[in-house]
């Protein structure tokens, strides 16, 4: 696995792939990795001859300057991670290196980014698409893989990519659960015994959701409701039902698949779900 710290060292690694006819898949990731990242390095690994993957904290997706200082790191661990799960290239980039001095352009789809959970965290989604725009370009990927769990940015992602007309294919991967059924997140180990197994509720809720077969948001909103309400550990955070495609609300008649993005409060931990259903 070759580790790359500047891009122009990284894009000389992929163009040697490339005068081979290699394909590429890119897995952009902000590091501190989990079993969510390596099953997107599974999918990449598995369409295409060579995977990069990018570890940096982007810091223009971050709100507060406080949030940004205390992710977490931890670079030998992910690197010996991504080692075993067959990676070929890391690129790790200095701040530099991406935002070169007097940057001045960022890449915003003015709508998406601004909506839902964009609305509580302005300026987030538009830090998001001005890097990984920045990574594709770094990159040159013919694929790019993305969690399902992280609902918007997957969907803000694809519009962006379309939008610019990048020749890549957007994949966006399952999230990846525990056996009874809670999505796998960083988060998991700071819920309580009690919490943790009173977390089921919001696979169950979008179970129930699923089973009611109807396409009418009341319905779908009322159903997760009440299996949240329910669980008296639980608090519902946050629920929106959109068009899948375009996180529109949902417009009588609307007969495409629909997206459910739940996040739900056990003990001061905010865990987040989401499904996609077609009728
Ligand atoms: O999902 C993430 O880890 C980040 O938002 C991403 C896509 C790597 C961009 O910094």
Redesign the pocket.
């Known amino acids: 696995m070759q580790v790359c710290r500047t891009v122009a060292e990284c894009r000389d690694v992929l163009a040697a792939y490339r005068q081979t006819s290699e394909t590429i898949g890119l897995v952009?990731?902000?590091g501190f990795l989990h079993e969510g990242?390596l099953a997107l390095v599974a999918e990449a690994k598995s369409r295409a001859d060579r995977v990069v993957t990018?570890i940096?904290?982007?810091p223009t997706?971050f709100g507060e300057a406080a949030d940004l200082d205390a992710y977490p790191r931890d670079e030998a661990r992910d690197l010996a991670m991504l080692e075993a799960a067959g990676v070929d290239v890391v690129l790790i980039p200095e701040v530099a290196d991406v935002y070169p001095e007097g940057d001045e352009t960022i890449v915003e789809t003015t709508r998406m980014a601004n909506m839902l959970h964009g609305k509580v965290r302005p300026g987030h989604f538009r830090?998001?698409t001005t890097?990984?725009a920045r990574?594709f370009n770094f990159t040159q990927p013919d694929i790019a893989c993305?969690?399902e769990k992280?609902y918007q940015?997957l969907q803000v992602?694809r519009r962006m990519n379309r939008d610019l007309a990048f020749p890549i294919e957007i994949v966006g991967v399952p999230i990846v659960r525990e056996a009874d059924g809670l999505a796998m997140s960083s988060r998991n180990v700071r819920l309580s015994p009690e919490d943790r197994a009173a977390a089921l509720i919001l696979s169950q809720s979008l179970d129930a959701a699923e089973r009611v077969k109807s396409s009418d948001p009341d319905t779908l909103r009322e159903t997760i409701s009440q299996t949240i309400a329910t669980e008296p550990r639980a608090t519902l955070r946050g629920l929106d039902i959109v068009e899948a495609e375009t996180l529109n609300d949902i417009q009588s008649g609307y007969a495409g698949p629909i997206a459910i993005m739940l996040s739900v409060e056990f003990g001061g931990v905010l865990l987040l779900d989401q499904r996609v259903i077609t009728l």
Do not use: A, E, R
């Open positions: 952009p990731t902000m990242h990018t940096f904290v982007n997706q830090g998001v890097v990984v990574l993305f969690g992280d940015q992602i």
